[in-house]
């Protein structure tokens, strides 16, 4: 993406970075080690450079400043450049921006939702939002594990990150549920 641009900032987890095309968001980038690998990831992953943020994305970066200081923000209207995507990736990060603040689903119900059934469907929910490209904007961290258990993440710091986010929104999980089985 030739067009692509990106911004550092502070927040209450650390340095993070988004990018944007002139369609929209195209990525967000937790911290990672500094601020130095942050800005190296990012740029990498989506072919970027440095720039000031027009209106638009001060203003979002504003609101995750905000939100990853405990504030409630919805983030739902925020373009996002999904240029790439296919459809079913498409239709699965239109869904779980209708998640709100505060509250979750699970793999599985939202495989359900698009279609999919058994834990076959769940996998693939779970794999395509490995590959979320702004999350918090779009937020896949608020999808849990069959009987309401954290789940993965790869976003950098995994399941504590995800862990972190759902705290900031009230969300208390379970980790000392049992394990369930396919199916179960």
């Known amino acids: 993406m030739s067009n692509a641009c990106h911004h550092l900032f502070q927040t209450a987890l650390g340095t993070?970075?988004?990018?944007?095309?002139?369609?929209?968001?195209?990525?967000?980038?937790?911290?990672?080690k500094d601020p130095r690998t942050t800005e190296r990831r990012?740029?990498?992953?989506?072919?970027?450079?440095?720039?000031?943020?027009?209106?638009?994305?001060?203003?979002?970066?504003?609101?995750i400043q905000r939100y990853l200081a405990g504030e409630p923000?919805?983030?739902?209207?925020?373009?996002?450049?999904?240029?790439?995507?296919d459809d079913f990736r498409r239709k699965?990060?239109?869904?779980?921006?209708?998640?709100?603040?505060?509250?979750?689903?699970?793999?599985?119900a939202l495989a359900r939702d698009l279609g999919l059934a058994g834990w076959?469907?769940?996998?693939?929910?779970?794999?395509?939002?490995?590959?979320n490209p702004?999350?918090?904007?779009?937020?896949c961290h608020r999808v849990l594990a069959a009987g309401g258990r954290l789940g993965g993440f790869s976003a950098p710091g995994g399941a504590s990150t995800k862990r972190k986010l759902l705290v900031l929104e009230g969300v208390i999980?379970?980790?000392?549920a049992p394990p369930r089985l396919p199916g179960l």
């Open 42 to 63: 990012l740029a990498a992953r989506v072919g970027s450079a440095a720039a000031a943020p027009p209106p638009w994305v001060a203003s979002l970066i504003a609101d």
């Open 73 to 85: 923000v919805d983030f739902s209207s925020i373009p996002v450049d999904l240029e790439g995507c």
């Open 16 to 32: 993070c970075g988004v990018a944007w095309t002139d369609r929209g968001l195209i990525a967000l980038q937790f911290p990672e």
């Open 173 to 176: 999980v379970d980790e000392d």
């Open 92 to 108: 699965l990060y239109e869904a779980l921006r209708r998640i709100g603040f505060g509250r979750t689903t699970t793999y599985g």
């Open 134 to 139: 702004v999350p918090i904007v779009i937020p």
């Open 120 to 131: 076959e469907g769940a996998r693939e929910v779970g794999s395509a939002m490995g590959r």
